[in-house]
DNA sequence: AAAATAACGCAACATTGTTGCAAATACAAA
DNA sequence: TTTGTATTTGCAACAATGTTGCGTTATTTT
């Protein structure tokens, strides 16, 4: 298992995702880091934190990629990590929340082994209406 | 309101798209008309078939965009068109298929105005078993 | 047939994401 | 503290995807 180390770029990535209470772009994680890394450092240390459990990637509706931060998962179940939960993804600010007490149900197809979910709606948020 | 008019490539795309049994990126739409017309030229049509609801857009659990015919969708009720069935996604082949007959449940949050929806289960279809 | 308008092709550009490689650095061990 | 080494970074270059402007072509209406 190849180790993963600190950095100043990382610190500060997990610190941005963790205060925010909706989902972050590349770019908007670029922006507000303020030239302290490259672009391509972003994606790669995105990448390292998907691989720790300690982010993960949603999609929005128009398929803009966007980060959120796993606190609501248990840290003993990391091993098991799923992102099951619901998000929310705003028509008029375009921002994605997660709606962690929704858990959806639904019939499970024949033959289709499930592994993920992605489970996402969209329209207006509390704050645009 | 702005007239639409039948052409080539709208006619092309639409057959392509209306006979796949898995929905389609821009990508595969290109290859698959052979040079028949412009790269811009596909999204202007494949824009134009999905606000004249014949077809809708999905996107895979890696931000793929996907184009998918709308047959499930009963003509008359296209005032009120909306595609809240789920969707499959391959991890392996990479296909999207529409799961027509799960209907997922889900409470509503409050405070929020849902509009549309995204539910696209991923795993390993049927043929890659 | 002529006028009006929709659709097209082309070129140019923007955004997002990936890869290779040499230089910088974090961190554990001496 | 210093050293050794694997990890991380920056840069440059590239690929894929999507958008826009504009002059030309095609379709529809009159």
């Known amino acids: 298992m190849k180790q993963t180390r600190n950095t100043a770029a990382k610190t500060e990535i997990l610190k941005l995702i963790n205060h925010s209470p909706v989902a972050l772009s590349h770019a908007e994680i670029q922006s507000a880091l303020n030239g302290l890394c490259d672009r391509v450092t972003i994606y790669r240390v995105l990448e390292r934190l998907i691989t720790e459990d300690e ?11 966007k980060y959120a ?14 992102h099951n939960h619901a998000h929310f993804s705003c028509e008029k600010c375009k921002e994605i929340t997660c709606l962690e007490d929704i858990e959806p149900s639904f019939k499970v197809p024949k033959n289709y082994q499930i592994n993920e979910m992605n489970f996402t709606l969209s329209g207006i948020c509390p704050n645009c209406r």
């Not at 982010?55 to 990629?65: I, P, S």
């Not at 931060?69 to 799923?82: D, L």
């Open 69 to 82: 931060s796993c606190h609501s998962c248990s840290s003993e179940e990391k091993h098991i990590h799923t």
């Open 55 to 65: 982010v993960h990637k949603v999609v929005n509706l128009e398929g803009v990629v």
